[in-house]
């Protein structure tokens, strides 16, 4: 019955595709862009395209989330520094990233410095801003008993604050992607975001289809996975 209900609406909007279509060159049918998947993906292109975006959002991600835990604990410590460190944290938080893909282009150059650096800008903000609420929920009599037995940051602080923490990984990893294929769109040679841009420009309306497709897959594939290790971190939680 779940896979069922699971499969219920995706194959509702596929029906739908498929009449609103109409044999239109800009809205190819799903057998259309089935074949092309397969021809396009299915190919050298997993290495040349698949694979390099995947690593330049692993590592972004990854460092936006070292970035964004490590001062949001410190920032969630101290009262000092969340008083300093407000304002500019709001002020770049509202600052959309792909404004900031021309500055960082100066900066970075146009290699994979720069995409990963794309990635950065816009997932560190979710998990610095919700690590540091979840720090500062803590409960300060529990925190002053930790902290005399010298167990504080490890089995208080980030256990605590972990939910949270977890939340905002989770709103990161889909801000990750779109920046993923936006970095792509600019002084690239390679990734699915210059390959979905290159298809369209050649009127591959198929082709462009295609990696649409691909990436809500991956999306799709990379939520399954973050669910997986939430439930694997947040075990203690969720049986509380």
């Not at 809205?27 to 299915?42: C, D, K, N, Q």
């Not at 900031?100 to 100066?106: C, G, S």
């Not at 198929?206 to 939430?230: D, N, T």
């Amino acid at each position: 019955m779940r896979v069922v209900n699971a499969l219920a609406v995706p194959l509702l909007l596929v029906g739908v595709w498929w009449l609103v279509s109409g044999g239109s060159f800009y809205l190819p049918s799903p057998g259309r862009v089935a074949a092309a998947f397969a021809e396009t993906w299915f190919s050298e292109r997993v290495l040349t395209d698949v694979l390099p975006s995947l690593a330049r959002l692993a590592a972004g991600y990854t460092l936006a989330g070292v970035i964004g835990v490590g001062l949001g604990v410190a920032i969630g410590l101290s009262s000092g520094l969340r008083a300093a460190a407000e304002p500019v944290l709001e002020f770049f938080r509202a600052v959309p990233p792909p404004v900031l893909v021309p500055l960082i282009m100066l900066f970075a150059g146009i290699d994979n410095a720069m995409k990963v650096a794309v990635i950065v800008s816009g997932c560190v903000w979710p998990i610095l801003l919700n690590t540091v609420e979840g720090v500062r929920a803590i409960d300060e009599v529990l925190a002053d008993t930790c902290k005399l037995y010298g167990v504080r940051l490890r089995h208080l602080v980030l256990r605590s604050a972990s939910p949270q923490i977890m939340a905002g990984l989770r709103q990161a990893l889909s801000i990750g992607i779109i920046l993923m294929v936006i970095s792509e769109m600019f002084a690239s040679s390679s990734g699915l975001g210059f390959t979905i841009v290159l298809f369209q420009r050649g009127f591959q309306i198929a082709e462009m289809w295609s990696g649409i497709v691909l990436l809500g897959l991956i999306g799709w594939g990379l939520s399954l996975v973050f669910r997986m290790v939430e439930k694997r971190v947040l075990a203690w939680y969720h049986r509380a």
